[in-house]
């Protein structure tokens, strides 16, 4: 179990670095992945296992690709 702990916390760390990157709130980037802002924090503090659509929504957010949005994350 702590390796997945481990990769959901490195996600949530990457998706909350491309959000500050970017200038935005959590609300802001809600807004922009048709995602709830209280989802997006439990993202981004590694709590929640991301579905499949909820992250491309998130990469379509930013504007990159599903590779580019997990890169540097093992």
């Known amino acids: 179990m702590a390796g ?3 990769f ?3 996600l949530g760390q ?3 670095t ?3 990157r970017k200038g935005w ?3 802001q980037l809600a807004d922009r ?3 709830h802002r209280t989802y997006i924090s439990s993202v981004e503090q590694g709590k929640r296992n ?3 659509l ?3 929504g998130l990469a379509r957010a930013f504007g990159v690709s599903l590779s580019k949005l997990f890169a540097g994350i093992d």
């Open 4 to 6: 997945e702990e481990k």
């Open 8 to 10: 959901l916390q490195a």
């Open 14 to 16: 990457r998706i909350c």
């Open 18 to 20: 491309l959000r500050k």
């Open 25 to 27: 709130s959590q609300e």
């Open 33 to 35: 992945s048709g995602l």
């Open 50 to 52: 991301l579905a499949a």
């Open 54 to 56: 909820n992250l491309r």
